[in-house]
């Protein structure tokens, strides 16, 4: 699938089915999965209990401190080798940050290993074309925090997205 036709499915999702997450800065992680399991039971028309013993803020706080280290380190070389290279800093950021971008949703389905799973699968599919996907949507979920009306619309519409890529491309795959 495509960054378009993510952004659209998940767009016209939302429209149908408009929902809101409590925001807490303390369990932001476990919120934002909770959210997910219910958005992937939607969409699969299931209803299973969500699994509070997962931690979900060790697997986040991981799953982002690598992906900002690794973005931060790259800027500070590339910075040193040429100012000009300083955008690549963010390619870096991307290409570590989806090696773990289906891991909430494998963690919420209670897939065996979902670290190694969710590398697995973003091999499979393909680090780069992963990447040119997740850039836009990304890009978009950011410049959504700017709109006063609705800062966390575009924020939902690209976790959606996510998710329904994780449902057509991955679920059946691993289960």
């Known amino acids: 699938m495509n960054y378009q ?46 699994d509070e013993g997962i931690n979900f803020a060790f697997y986040g706080w991981i799953k982002y401190s690598v992906s ?12 040193w080798l040429h100012p000009l290279l300083l955008p690549l800093a963010i390619l870096v950021f991307y290409f570590c940050e989806v090696q773990l971008l289906f891991l909430f949703p494998l963690l919420i389905d209670k897939v065996p290993n979902p ?31 700017l709109n006063v009306k609705a800062p966390l619309r575009n924020w939902y519409t690209g976790c959606l997205a996510i998710l329904i890529w994780y449902k057509y491309e991955v679920r059946n795959r691993v289960q």
């Not at 929902?19 to 028309?45: E, I, K």
């Not at 599919?125 to 959504?144: C, D, E, N």
């Open 5 to 50: 036709q993510l952004w659209q499915q998940s767009s016209s999702r939302l429209q149908e089915h408009p929902t809101v997450s409590s925001f807490n800065n303390w369990q932001l992680f476990t919120n934002g999965a909770r959210w997910m399991h219910a958005q992937l039971d939607d969409m699969s028309g299931a209803q299973t209990s969500f």
């Open 68 to 79: 900002l280290t690794a973005g931060f380190l790259s800027a500070l070389l590339l910075v």
């Open 115 to 145: 670290v190694y799973t969710s590398i697995r699968q973003t091999a499979a599919i393909g680090t780069w074309k992963i990447i040119k996907v997740i850039i836009p949507i990304g890009i978009r979920m950011l410049l959504g925090l």
